[in-house]
């Protein structure tokens, strides 16, 4: 394996390791992923460390590998997650031979687990970061129905109209501004309108005659 005294293979072996190991933590492959990244990043701890250093260096990227699962499976917020791709990225700086190699293997690694989301659209999905996802839909959701109600609320108040409706345009009630749909007809600036539907975020509105 003296292959691996180039920096820019010791980074294509970091990447596509990282990328199997943290893609099998997120998707089931029956541990096919994990033992590919398993046996990659060994390869690389094995020929660039010799003596007790392999040992504590071993550790080291267990522990930070530990952290990261652990945030995934059971804290979902990413502090924890970060601390282990700290340390996993300095048990691999560590026994680099050249600055230079040092820094592509930290890229390597942190490429490879940032890529390693994508395989979520080849694969099917385990349960890892499920709660922030959950967390972010549910505030989106949240957003859009608080959004939506005070939409409703507008049914049957009258404002007037900012802008000319081709039949689109700009309405004003109660000193804020909504945009609006009418039934197909035109109105001008001024006009006075009244709310009759509400369909989410879309307020159609009617013209009164006064």
Excluded: C
């Excluded at 099917?124 to 972010?136: H, I, Q, Y």
């Amino acid at each position: 394996m003296e292959i691996l005294q180039y920096p820019s293979i010791g980074f294509f072996v970091l990447l596509i390791g990282t990328l199997f190991i943290v893609g099998e933590m997120l998707v089931k492959t029956r541990g096919i992923f994990g033992l590919i990244g398993i046996g990659l990043v060994s390869i690389y701890f094995v020929f660039h460390i010799s003596g007790e250093n392999i040992v504590w260096i071993t550790v080291l990227y267990i522990i930070g590998l530990f952290l990261v699962f652990i945030d995934g499976k059971f804290i979902n917020d990413g502090t924890v997650a970060i601390i282990g791709l700290i340390l996993m990225v300095t048990a691999v700086v560590i026994p680099a031979p050249s600055v230079v190699y040092g820094i592509l293997s930290a890229f390597g690694l942190l490429i490879g687990a940032s890529l390693a989301p994508l395989l979520l659209k080849v694969f099917p999905s385990r349960d890892m970061w499920n709660k922030m996802a959950l967390k972010d839909r549910l505030t989106s959701e949240e957003g859009y129905n608080s959004i939506n109600t005070s939409y409703q609320s507008l049914v049957g108040k009258q404002g007037v109209t900012v802008t000319p409706f081709r039949p689109v345009g700009t309405i004003d009630i109660e000193g804020k501004h909504y945009s609006a749909i009418t039934d197909a007809s035109w109105l001008e600036v001024g006009t006075t309108i009244e709310v009759i539907k509400v369909d989410g975020t879309k307020i159609a509105v009617k013209g009164i005659e006064k």
